[in-house]
């Protein structure tokens, strides 16, 4: 192996220490850090996840869990996952084999937030609603 070789599965490998990272953001990372070595960076991620220290299926697992629990909904995490070069299929396992009750999760953001689930105040329901939709949830009153 050559040093420059070396020195992209080591910081590649030191990144994946962190946290899990996509291909995507990983390849990003990687070649600003060594740029003109596109290939060479490409090679050493697929070596990295056909020896499974990368995976975006554990990517999406992960970053899906992180989320929910921070307060956000479906739409925002699956947008989120977009931006960060997971596939659709991959976002779709992960959903699949998640077992989070959408509609729990919203109630507890929102009484978190508000103190309420709904409110017969016009203002506050439409505080309400914005809210939840800036958060990634579905609207719809219970």
């Not at 070396?6 to 990372?29: G, H, P, Q, W």
């Not at 697929?46 to 220290?53: H, I, R």
């Not at 709904?118 to 579905?138: C, H, M, P, V």
């Amino acid at each position: 192996m050559t040093d420059l070789k070396k020195k992209v599965r080591d910081s590649a490998i030191r990144y994946l220490s962190l946290r899990e990272y996509t291909k995507f953001e990983l390849c990003r990372k990687l070649n600003v850090k060594f740029p003109g070595l596109e290939l060479e960076v490409a090679a050493e991620i697929d070596f990295l996840a056909s020896k499974g220290w990368q995976s975006d299926a554990r990517f999406a697992e992960s970053f899906l869990r992180h989320r929910a629990a921070s307060g956000f909904g479906p739409r925002r995490i699956r947008q989120e996952m977009r931006s960060k070069g997971l596939a659709d299929e991959e976002a779709d396992r992960a959903f699949a084999e998640c077992e989070i009750d959408w509609s729990a999760r919203r109630s507890e953001v929102c009484l978190k937030k508000f103190g309420v689930l709904d409110s017969d105040d016009r203002a506050l329901k439409a505080k309400i609603a914005r809210f939840l939709q800036y958060r990634g949830f579905e609207l719809g009153w219970e």
